[in-house]
Every structure is written in C-alpha cells, then in structure tokens.
C-alpha cells in the first residue's frame, strides 16, 4: 500500500479571498494590567480643613488672650512680676509729762524666706529646707523642725520666719549667707553645682517696741504683741493712735530677688503720733520702789500706790506690786501682767470713813465737835459690832471717831442721816455714788473695774450697818484715790486722767479733752474734813501718826479691812490702806497705799501703808516744788469729858 502524501497547504494568491475563519477565543495576556490612582483633591480638601480649624482654635484663643481677657491676664503676669510688700508704720512714742520715753520704738527686721527656692528643683538638694533650718534655728531661737516647715511651706514665694529680730540677729545670718555664697561661688568654678543653703532667706525693715525702764509704769503702759499690736494697758486702749497708717511698696522681682533696675511703687507709711501721759516717772520710780519692798517684807499678795495732782485729777503715779518687763513677757507672771490699782475690787475699810462723815456734815446731821459716846459692843440687826481692839465706853467728837477710827461711832453718826434706818440708807447712797463709788473712773482703762455698791434697798441687814465703816461695798486704788481728791479739791471731784496729749506726725501737740467735774459737797464740808483728817496724823491718839512729815501739814486715813480672798469667796486675811493729802490746808498731791493679804508682821493699815504714803508722798512734795503752808493745824479735839 503505497503512503498518502498530506494534503499541500494553499497559499493564497494575492487575489485570493481569505478563507473565512471561525473566532476562537482570546489567550490570556501575560503582560500585567496598570493600577489607575485616585484623585487627590478630596485627601487635599480634609488636610485643609483640619489646618482651618486648628488657625481657627489658635485665631479664637489669641482674640481670648488679647483683646477679651487682656486685662486678667495682664494683672497675672503683673502679680507674677511685681511684688508688694507692707511698710510697717513706726510707732508712736509714750512718754511721762517731761518728755521721757516710758515706752519706744527702735530698728528691727523682719526674717523672710521664699520656699520656692528651697525646693528640689531649685536648690538641687533633697533636704535644703533642713539645712537651712538648722543653721537659722540657733539665732532665731526657735525649733529646727518649725522653721524647715516654714521653708516648706507650698505655692508660696513669701513666709515670715520671725518677726522683730535685732539688727544683730540679721547682721548674723547675712555673715553666714555670704560664706555660703563664697563657698557655692567655689564648688561652681569646680563644676559643681553651687548650693548656697541660704539663699532664699532674706529680711525687711520693721521695728521694735522697747521700754527702756523695764518693769516702771508696765501696768500703765502694757505691752505689744508679736504682730506689734497693742494687747494690753494704754499700749491696747491707744493702739489706733500710737499704730500709724502702714505703707506700700510693690517692686519688679526675679527669681525671688528685687530687679534694682526697675522702678518702685512706694505709697509711704505715715508713723503713729506719740502719747505724752500725766505721769511723773521719778515719782512713778518712787511709788513703785516703796510698794515693792513693802509687799515682799509684809509677804503679800499685791500692793498698789497711787498719786494724784488734787486741782487737775492728773495721775502722777499708778504702781502696781508685783509688776513685770515687758521687754521679755516669756519670764512675766500672767497675774502681774495687768493693772491691779484699776483691776482689782476690795472692800476698803475704814479709808472709806471720810463719805460717811462727809454725808454727815454736808446734811448738817453732826458737827465735827458733836459728842458720840460710844461703847465696847452696839447690837443692830442681826449682829454685834465691836472697833478694832476692845475698850471702855469712849467719849469721842464726831472727829474723834474719824481720828480714832471707831465702827461704832461711824455706825451711829450715819444713823442720824434720816428718821429711819432705810431713809439714812439711801442717803448714805447717794453720797457714795457722788463720789464715783459703783461707776466707772472715767479713764477708760482696759479691764477696769467699777467696783460693786448695791441699791440702798438691796442692802442686808448687816449691810446697812458695814457699808459707813467700809465693809460691803467694793471698788478699786484709783476711785479710792479720787474720793480723797474730791476732798482735798473743795468738794469738786476731777475725773483722774492718764494722758495730757497727742502729738501728731507733723509735730503738732492735740491736748487731751478737759475732765469732767462734780460737785460732791460744799467747800464748807470739804475743809471741815481736811481738819477732821489732820487728827489722824497729827493728833497722838490717831491710827496715822507714821504718816507725819516734818514741816507739812498732813491729813489722811488708814484703813485695815476683812478681805474676801478671790479664790474661795470668803473673807481670808486683810486689806491694809492709807490716804491722804498734802498739804493739809492747801492741798496739792493725793497719795492712797493699799497692799492685799499681808501675811508677815503687822497688817494694819497705819503701820505698814502709812510709812508708804509717807515716803511716796515727801518725795513728790519735794519733786514738784511744794513748800509749806507755814500754818498751825486746827488742833480739833478727840475726846470730851464723860458728863459734858
């Protein structure tokens, strides 16, 4: 079998017709396809969006800043800038009525800190308040722990470490801060980091409230404060006066640190006008030096002394017994610390005598030469009076009682001031309470006290019978003082004053308001008692005879009275007393003594308080200029004849 060839291929002519063909399907492309990328305007228009809104934020909050809290917060920037800081008023001075200082001011410093640089931060030391502490504790006298708080003290660049330190406490800590500068200044050239451990503490001008006679005139004068207020005495009464208006000063700072380049704003501090008081202070020396020895000889409790000009009520002296330096109050006893002559209410005793005799000759009830006869014991109401020792029957005169100092007697003379017992009461009041008895003195002292005398239709049974000798009524030294003024004044009672003036800043003096004046009794009423009261001390069989002084006419009182002790309310120990004027028949000084619970020696008033007025009453005669009258005393009799 012969092969088959295959079948030749036509190869078309050119004018040969395609042959139809079927479609066959298209291979896939190996070749990759391209990536068609998105429009970027939409990405475009959100970035933009998003930058608008931020423009906008910081747009709106520069528009805040600058135009609608401009103003708050250019006073943050200003306070975070300038500091201001109070200048402190100088304090007026106090003197006596010659011009002494009794109490100054002289230059001080206030201790201060900024905590912000006792920080970690800051100072690049863990424990730099400690540090500083430590060092600053033994000058400032304080503890170390209190002062490391202070310096720890939070969100603060100002604390007052102590105030009114010395300028020799300052000059200490400035010595120790410039060796720590030099030190730090060193360990800085080393590369080390140069810590001076004081260099925030810093100081500012203040004063200091100094006394320069210690202990004299404390109880008048009182004391300041740690703020340098006054917190006691005249220094409280007169703080607005003597205190001054404090200043201001604002300055720029950094870092803690005055900028000395920049401007100051000073609104100047104006100082307090200085208080010239109606004390004398060697008279006030005398008074309380004699007072003094006497309490702690007679082991008392307290005592007091004071002394009055009798025309113009004017204080010469106020000593109190014990008193204290307020110069250093950490060493004063709390109960010496006010004014006793003002603070304290007792009974008087027979000092109080003069009113009722008073009453009496002003109502014309008695004569000074009226004959009282008086015995051992006088029953009334519910008791038994008795004087001070026990006699036989006395034949006195109305001034033999008041020389002689009988209970009795005082008892029956004031019995005849009305037809009944509780008419004499209320007449008897009536006097009291014109002799400023029961009312304030008119001082307006801090503490005072009024003193205690009941409604005449108050009083007890024994009351009505206690209160002519001086028992049952209560008041203070100076309203003692005062009703032996109004005698020795003609009757007038002067309201007693403490301060003459004021002068002010600008060196003009502002005298004090005059005193008011009252008439108690009659001229007439008032010299028969001088006389009555110059038997006391004259006369030899008067309870004052120690209260003589060669050369002067002398007329006073004692007074020896049960005493209510303040602790318990019930009468313990006595009240010795002694008052008086001088001289006799153109009085001039007022002196009264009175020293509470005497429990060593005698404790009666003549004995141990008249040698007082003695002493304090001489020496203020002899200050002051005063000579004798050069009269005879009138020579009143004590005692008549039994029969006449």
Same mark, same amino acid.
């Given at each position: 079998?012969?092969? /088959?060839?295959?079948?030749?291929?036509?190869?078309?002519?050119?004018?040969?017709?395609? *042959?139809?063909?079927?479609?066959?399907?298209?291979?896939?492309?190996?070749?990759?396809?391209?990536?068609?990328?998105?429009?970027?305007?939409?990405?475009?228009?959100?970035?933009?969006?998003?930058?608008?809104?931020?423009?906008?934020?910081?747009?709106?909050?520069?528009?805040?800043?600058?135009?609608?809290?401009?103003? *708050?917060?250019?006073?943050?920037?200003? /306070?975070?800038?300038?500091?201001?800081?109070?200048?402190?008023?100088?304090?007026?001075?106090?003197?006596?009525?010659?011009?002494?200082?009794?109490?100054?001011?002289?230059?001080?410093?206030?201790? +201060?800190?900024?905590?912000?640089?006792? +920080?970690?931060?800051?100072?690049?030391?863990?424990?730099?308040?400690?540090?500083?502490?430590?060092?600053?504790?033994?000058?400032?006298?304080?503890?170390?722990?209190? %002062?490391?708080?202070?310096?720890?003290?939070?969100?603060?660049?100002?604390?007052?470490?102590?105030?009114?330190?010395?300028?020799?406490?300052?000059?200490?800590?400035?010595?120790?801060?410039?060796?720590?500068?030099?030190?730090?200044?060193?360990?800085?050239?080393?590369?080390?980091?140069?810590?001076?451990?004081?260099?925030?503490?810093?100081?500012?001008? =203040?004063?200091?409230?100094?006394?320069?006679?210690?202990?004299?005139?404390? #109880?008048?004068?009182?004391?300041?404060?740690?703020?340098?207020?006054?917190?006691?005495?005249?220094?409280?009464?007169?703080?607005?006066?003597?205190?001054?208006?404090?200043?201001?000063? +604002?300055?720029?700072?950094?870092?803690?640190?005055?900028?000395?380049?920049?401007?100051?704003?000073?609104?100047?501090?104006?100082?307090?006008?200085?208080?010239?008081?109606?004390?004398?202070?060697?008279?006030?020396?005398?008074?309380?030096?004699?007072?003094?020895?006497?309490?702690?000889?007679?082991?008392? &409790?307290?005592?007091?002394?004071?002394?009055?000009?009798?025309?113009?009520?004017?204080?010469?002296?106020?000593?109190?017994?014990?008193?204290?330096?307020?110069? &250093?109050?950490?060493?004063?006893?709390?109960?010496?610390?006010?004014?006793?002559?003002?603070?304290?209410?007792?009974?008087?005793?027979?000092?109080?005598?003069?009113? =009722?005799?008073?009453?009496?000759?002003?109502?014309?009830?008695?004569?000074?030469? +009226?004959?009282?006869?008086?015995?051992?014991?006088?029953?009334?109401?519910?008791?038994?009076?008795?004087?001070?020792?026990?006699?036989?029957?006395?034949?006195?005169?109305?001034?033999?009682?008041?020389?002689?100092?009988?209970?009795?007697?005082?008892?029956?003379?004031?019995?005849?001031?009305?037809?009944?017992?509780?008419?004499?009461?209320?007449?008897?009041?009536?006097?009291?309470?014109?002799?400023?008895?029961? =009312?304030?003195?008119?001082?307006?002292?801090?503490?005072?006290?009024?003193?205690?005398?009941?409604?005449?239709?108050?009083?007890?049974?024994?009351?009505?019978?206690?209160?002519?000798?001086?028992?049952?009524?209560?008041?203070?030294?100076?309203?003692?003082?005062?009703?032996?003024?109004?005698?020795?004044?003609?009757?007038?009672?002067?309201?007693?004053?403490?301060?003459?003036?004021?002068?002010?800043?600008?060196?003009?003096? %502002?005298?004090?308001?005059?005193?008011? /004046?009252?008439?108690?009794?009659?001229? /007439?009423?008032?010299?028969?008692?001088?006389?009555?009261?110059?038997?006391?001390?004259?006369?030899?069989?008067?309870?004052?005879?120690?209260?003589?002084?060669? #050369?002067?006419?002398?007329?006073?009182?004692?007074?020896?009275?049960?005493?209510? &002790?303040?602790?318990?309310?019930?009468?313990?120990?006595?009240?010795?007393?002694?008052?008086?004027?001088?001289?006799?028949?153109?009085?001039?000084?007022? %002196?009264? $003594?009175?020293?509470?619970?005497?429990?060593?020696?005698?404790?009666?008033?003549?004995?141990? $308080?008249?040698?007082?007025?003695?002493?304090?009453?001489?020496?203020?005669?002899?200050?002051?200029?005063?000579?004798?009258?050069?009269?005879?005393?009138?020579?009143?009799?004590?005692?008549?004849?039994?029969?006449?």
């Amino acid at each position: 079998m012969t092969a /088959k060839e295959p079948p030749r291929r036509r190869v078309p002519g050119p004018s040969a017709r395609p *042959a139809a063909r079927r479609p066959r399907p298209a291979a896939p492309s190996r070749t990759p396809q391209s990536i068609k990328l998105g429009s970027p305007r939409p990405r475009l228009r959100l970035v933009s969006l998003g930058l608008t809104m931020v423009m906008l934020a910081f747009v709106v909050r520069l528009l805040q800043v600058q135009a609608v809290d401009a103003s *708050a917060y250019a006073a943050k920037a200003e /306070k975070n800038r300038y500091a201001s800081y109070k200048l402190t008023a100088e304090r007026g001075e106090i003197t006596d009525r010659r011009g002494v200082a009794l109490a100054t001011s002289v230059d001080a410093y206030d201790i +201060t800190a900024d905590p912000t640089m006792f +920080t970690k931060e800051e100072s690049k030391v863990p424990d730099a308040p400690e540090q500083a502490a430590a060092l600053l504790a033994p000058i400032l006298g304080q503890d170390a722990k209190a %002062v490391a708080a202070k310096l720890r003290t939070p969100k603060t660049k100002y604390v007052v470490l102590a105030r009114r330190q010395t300028p020799q406490t300052w000059n200490q800590i400035k010595d120790l801060k410039s060796v720590f500068e030099d030190k730090a200044r060193a360990d800085r050239a080393r590369g080390g980091p140069g810590v001076n451990a004081l260099a925030g503490v810093f100081q500012e001008p =203040s004063s200091k409230r100094v006394y320069p006679n210690g202990e004299l005139a404390a #109880g008048i004068l009182g004391y300041v404060n740690a703020d340098g207020k006054g917190a006691g005495g005249l220094e409280s009464k007169l703080n607005e006066e003597l205190a001054g208006k404090d200043g201001e000063i +604002t300055y720029a700072q950094s870092g803690g640190r005055r900028v000395p380049t920049v401007s100051a704003r000073e609104n100047p501090a104006v100082p307090g006008s200085d208080i010239e008081l109606t004390i004398d202070r060697d008279i006030q020396w005398a008074a309380q030096n004699a007072i003094s020895k006497q309490v702690a000889e007679s082991a008392a &409790d307290r005592g007091y002394v004071i002394v009055q000009d009798t025309r113009t009520g004017e204080v010469l002296a106020m000593a109190n017994a014990p008193g204290f330096d307020p110069n &250093d109050l950490s060493e004063a006893n709390a109960a010496a610390m006010g004014n006793a002559a003002l603070q304290d209410v007792y009974e008087p005793g027979s000092t109080s005598k003069v009113m =009722s005799m008073a009453a009496v000759l002003e109502e014309e009830a008695a004569t000074p030469g +009226t004959h009282v006869i008086v015995p051992n014991r006088l029953h009334r109401g519910d008791r038994l009076f008795k004087d001070d020792i026990d006699h036989p029957t006395w034949y006195l005169t109305l001034n033999g009682v008041l020389a002689k100092s009988s209970n009795i007697g005082t008892i029956l003379a004031t019995g005849q001031l009305g037809k009944t017992q509780a008419q004499a009461n209320k007449v008897l009041h009536s006097y009291l309470h014109k002799f400023g008895i029961g =009312s304030p003195t008119g001082l307006g002292y801090p503490g005072e006290s009024r003193g205690i005398l009941a409604e005449p239709e108050d009083w007890s049974t024994s009351q009505q019978y206690t209160i002519p000798f001086g028992q049952g009524l209560s008041l203070n030294a100076m309203q003692a003082a005062s009703v032996y003024s109004t005698i020795a004044n003609g009757g007038v009672r002067v309201e007693p004053t403490l301060v003459r003036g004021a002068k002010g800043p600008d060196g003009t003096f %502002v005298p004090a308001a005059a005193p008011k /004046k009252t008439r108690v009794v009659s001229e /007439k009423t008032a010299k028969t008692l001088a006389a009555m009261l110059e038997s006391v001390v004259d006369d030899r069989e008067g309870t004052g005879t120690k209260a003589k002084i060669p #050369g002067y006419r002398v007329g006073g009182k004692t007074g020896t009275s049960n005493r209510v &002790d303040p602790a318990t309310g019930r009468y313990k120990g006595y009240t010795a007393s002694f008052a008086g004027f001088a001289p006799a028949d153109a009085p001039r000084i007022t %002196v009264y $003594c009175a020293i509470q619970n005497p429990t060593r020696g005698s404790y009666f008033g003549g004995q141990i $308080c008249g040698p007082i007025y003695q002493q304090v009453m001489e020496f203020a005669l002899k200050t002051l200029q005063i000579a004798p009258t050069g009269t005879a005393p009138a020579g009143l009799p004590v005692t008549f004849a039994a029969g006449e």
